[in-house]
């Protein structure tokens, strides 16, 4: 009998189980399911608004690369227009650099050019003198005494020898040429 106590219902003893499951179970459900049905509510709450915050936080991130990346854009190509304003300038004033060299040479050329012509004239004009003078004094000498062969030489070498002594060979060639 023993046996059959074991694994026979007894109503009582049933009728007590399905209520201690039924206690059991209202109670889980009121202070263990609700309380922690709440707490993932939070935590899912919570976890929504960071993603919502990331998702915030990404968009922002894009928007500010979004930005630099243009600041960038232009930086770069307001850099770019600078350098190449500066490279026309510095190649426009090297130009006029050079161009205001050339004109100062050219006038310094011909400035040293009118020196030479008017030193030249100067000194063909002492030359000239001189030789009027040399040949007053010849033709003074040579009126003065009766010339003969010999004096003649004598006189065309000294008047050479003056002429070497004051002026060059060439202009002396020249002004001998036309005294003679």
């Not at 263990?32 to 919502?52: S, T, V, W, Y």
Request: proline share 2%.
């Amino acid at each position: 009998m023993q046996v059959q106590d074991l694994v026979g219902i007894v109503p009582w003893t049933f009728v007590a189980t399905i209520l201690n499951l039924f206690i059991q179970v209202y109670l889980i459900k009121r202070f263990l399911f609700k309380p922690i049905n709440e707490i993932l509510e939070k935590r899912k709450a919570h976890a929504d608004a960071e993603i919502q915050d990331a998702t915030k936080a990404k968009e922002e991130a894009q928007a500010m690369k979004a930005e630099y990346e243009e600041n960038m854009q232009n930086a770069k190509n307001k850099a770019s227009e600078i350098l190449t304003t500066a490279q026309k300038t510095a190649a426009i004033q090297s130009e006029e650099m050079l161009r205001e060299a050339s004109r100062q040479a050219a006038a310094l050329k011909e400035k040293a050019e009118a020196d030479i012509v008017q030193e030249k004239r100067k000194a063909v004009n002492e030359l000239k003198d001189e030789i009027g003078g040399m040949a007053m004094e010849i033709a003074g000498k040579v009126i003065e005494r009766e010339v003969n062969e010999k004096d003649h030489a004598k006189l065309i070498d000294d008047f050479i020898s003056q002429v070497d002594q004051t002026g060059s060979p060439a202009d002396t060639d020249r002004n001998a040429g036309d005294i003679s």
